[in-house]
């Protein structure tokens, strides 16, 4: 895959995370992650988004503290997340070509990484929350599926 494409599935598949989240409410029980409810996986997901734009848009070429999860829930946490997701996407869309920051394996770019890792979490995260609705899941498609 492109970087352009990781970067339209991850905004695609943050959308799909945050509307699961929504409809289960959250307290829904996540049954891929044991003792987890949607709360901690928003908190959690969206604590990843902003901890790896902050990278990016900072230029870190050295580990740096995500910034913790909040003390958030109900619409205020769902707001927090879709946002937090959207400036994500959006910082991964206006970095350059040749962007240096900090990644934690190898990669062709931080850009590459970043874009691959995000996508590849936030679809893992997406499945978490459409597991907690109890019903069928988005479909993965084959060339994302043997990427990640």
Known sequence: MEITEYIASLSEEGRLLAAAAEQAGPGASVPTCP???????????????????ELITARHTTPHPDGGEPDLDGDELLDWFRAGHRH??????AAPADLECWTFM???????????????????????????????????????????
């Open 106 to 148: 190898p990669a062709p770019s931080p850009l590459a990484f970043w874009s691959r890792r995000q996508l590849n979490e936030t679809t893992v995260h997406r499945v978490d929350a459409e597991s907690a609705l109890g019903g069928p899941l988005t479909t993965v498609g084959a060339d994302r599926a043997a990427d990640g």
């Open 35 to 53: 003792g987890w409810q949607i709360r901690h996986l928003l908190r959690h997901t969206g604590m990843v988004h902003r901890w790896a734009a």
């Open 88 to 93: 994500l996407v959006r910082s991964l869309e």
